[in-house]
């Protein structure tokens, strides 16, 4: 029996070794990612912040991310696209007045959940900052940060959809010079979380919120992540004509009836990402898990028999 047991011990640690290996494997290739940028391995959120947990620490007490549920999700992806559908046939009200050109090349945008996972980190470290490193193995990431605080808990938001509105307000201090060449324009302000969250060729976003108590305050603070990252100077921000006329490779017009000014597409590398198990890694981890009990289950199994 001693042997039996110390067989099952074995088991048990094994699996625990397992899990915590594969998880901190995974987290460590996208630190990775970074030094072969020529960049610290801990400018990466998941290398700055390795503790999977809330932080509390002096400014950032209390954080609450219970927020970010499946109908947080669907609203701020809902708001996403409807802007950027809007936006494509001039319809959003704060272009009133600015001759934006519509927008030919406007993508759906997905869900995506490592971006969140990402967008997680941050905010639940109360961090408030742009990730000197913003790398996935697809793409490098853009990233849009936002926050509104009162002294009464109860008196905030209970999302954070007037800062995604701010963002996009932005547009009133944009020169529409940089709709063909971004870089080129004079804006009158601060206009990139604007452009983040309008480039076209983006195609994915995640968002995390978080609640905490900072200094005798309380913030609601978001983060949305876009994949890939726009806002790159010299390529434009979009493509100039009707809606939906010059819609990417890969992507058509209609792919969702509610957008209809949206080109719409998947690309497979994307899929694992919609799926929350898959962004974790969670499938991986049970499948070598389940292996490691099968085989532990057999040895058992053939000691009792002998």
Request: glycine share 8%; hydrophobic share 35%.
């Given at each position: 029996?001693?042997?039996?047991?110390?067989?099952?011990?074995?088991?048990?640690?094994?699996?625990?070794?397992s899990?915590t290996?594969?998880?901190?494997?995974?987290?460590?290739?996208?630190?990775?990612?970074?030094?072969?940028?020529?960049?610290?391995?801990?400018?990466?959120?998941?290398?700055?912040?390795?503790?999977?947990?809330?932080?509390s620490?002096?400014?950032?007490?209390?954080?609450?991310?219970?927020?970010?549920?499946?109908?947080?999700?669907?609203k701020?992806?809902?708001?996403?696209?409807?802007?950027?559908?809007?936006?494509?046939?001039?319809?959003?009200?704060?272009q009133?007045?600015?001759?934006?050109?519509?927008?030919?090349?406007?993508?759906?945008?997905?869900?995506?959940?490592?971006?969140?996972?990402?967008?997680?980190?941050?905010?639940?470290?109360?961090?408030?900052?742009?990730?000197?490193?913003?790398?996935?193995?697809?793409?490098?990431?853009?990233?849009?940060?936002?926050?509104?605080?009162?002294?009464?808990?109860?008196?905030?938001?209970?999302?954070?959809?007037?800062?995604?509105?701010?963002?996009?307000?932005?547009?009133?201090?944009?020169?529409?010079?940089?709709?063909a060449?971004?870089?080129?324009?004079?804006?009158?302000?601060?206009?990139?979380?604007?452009?983040?969250?309008?480039?076209?060729?983006?195609?994915?976003?995640?968002?995390?919120q978080?609640?905490?108590?900072?200094?005798?305050?309380?913030?609601?603070?978001?983060?949305?992540?876009?994949?890939?990252?726009?806002?790159?100077?010299?390529?434009?921000?979009?493509?100039?004509?009707?809606?939906?006329?010059?819609?990417?490779?890969?992507?058509?017009?209609?792919?969702?009836?509610?957008?209809?000014?949206?080109?719409g597409?998947?690309?497979?590398?994307?899929?694992?990402?919609?799926?929350?198990?898959?962004?974790?890694?969670?499938?991986?981890?049970?499948?070598?898990?389940?292996?490691?009990?099968?085989?532990?289950?057999?040895?058992?199994?053939?000691?009792?028999?002998?």
């Amino acid at each position: 029996m001693d042997k039996i047991f110390t067989k099952v011990l074995i088991c048990i640690w094994l699996i625990v070794i397992s899990f915590t290996t594969i998880q901190s494997a995974s987290d460590q290739d996208l630190c990775n990612l970074c030094a072969k940028d020529g960049k610290s391995y801990y400018d990466h959120i998941y290398c700055m912040f390795p503790n999977p947990g809330p932080a509390s620490k002096k400014g950032c007490r209390n954080v609450d991310i219970s927020t970010i549920t499946d109908s947080f999700r669907q609203k701020v992806l809902h708001w996403h696209n409807d802007y950027r559908n809007k936006f494509a046939e001039g319809t959003w009200p704060e272009q009133s007045g600015k001759n934006f050109p519509k927008a030919a090349n406007m993508r759906y945008l997905h869900y995506d959940y490592q971006l969140e996972k990402l967008a997680r980190r941050n905010v639940q470290n109360c961090y408030y900052n742009h990730e000197p490193c913003r790398r996935v193995g697809r793409f490098a990431y853009g990233q849009n940060l936002g926050y509104e605080s009162h002294s009464d808990k109860n008196n905030l938001p209970p999302d954070s959809e007037s800062t995604w509105n701010a963002w996009v307000n932005e547009m009133k201090d944009f020169d529409v010079k940089d709709v063909a060449e971004f870089g080129n324009g004079q804006h009158t302000g601060v206009v990139n979380h604007f452009v983040a969250t309008t480039w076209a060729e983006t195609r994915v976003v995640g968002c995390a919120q978080s609640i905490y108590e900072t200094e005798g305050m309380y913030r609601i603070e978001v983060a949305c992540n876009y994949g890939p990252a726009g806002v790159i100077v010299g390529l434009p921000m979009y493509l100039a004509g009707d809606p939906a006329t010059k819609c990417p490779e890969g992507t058509k017009a209609g792919f969702n009836a509610t957008f209809p000014n949206l080109c719409g597409g998947i690309n497979n590398e994307d899929i694992p990402f919609f799926d929350p198990k898959e962004a974790a890694g969670t499938n991986v981890r049970i499948s070598i898990i389940l292996k490691i009990l099968l085989a532990c289950y057999l040895i058992l199994v053939l000691d009792l028999r002998n």
